[in-house]
């Protein structure tokens, strides 16, 4: 009595483990990508209430920009927050560099997902309300798809009194890769 498969058994069980991977990989990449969405939501909105908390704490200004990229910690110059994003003691002002100011915090983005948003810096004043905000203004930063921004997962807001509130998820995320 024989015991194994043949050629042909195992090169017809690889041909359709690899239809199901094909057919799979696209839900993989979005569910990469909302895990992704999650997290950056998250640990954007828990910088910002970080950043705030210790303005309040300390009676100092706090401030928040996007990260230009550069190896020591340096704003960037528009509202371009691919690169993440740095708070420090201190006032926001656009190409400064932050690296002789007190670092509180600096961070990457992840691959898939990004942050797109008109706000390139904004500070926080001792008593916590945001100071690049007017007074009906809320500044907003929409966590989407990098190869498509279109793909909107997430949304973080925060209005002129510091508060950070994040919108409802959306689950359509298949067309990031």
Known sequence: MNRGFTLIEMMVV????????????????????????RSLSAELSRSIM??????VETGQTVSICSHS???SPACGTA??????????????SAGAQVASQRVLLVT???ALVGISTSVGDFSFAP?????RATASSTLVFTIACRANAAIAFR???????????LAPEKDDVSGCS
């Open 14 to 37: 690889l041909a359709i483990a690899a239809i199901l991977l094909a057919v799979g990989m696209p839900y993989l990449q979005g569910f990469v990508a909302k895990g992704q969405a």
């Open 50 to 55: 970080m950043a705030r908390a210790q303005a």
């Open 69 to 71: 990229g550069a190896s």
């Open 79 to 92: 509202a371009d927050w691919s690169n993440g994003w740095i708070a420090w003691y201190g006032m926001a």
């Open 108 to 110: 990457r983005q992840p």
């Open 127 to 131: 008593t916590g309300l945001v100071s």
């Open 155 to 165: 949304t973080v807001e925060v209005g002129r009194n510091g508060r950070v509130t």
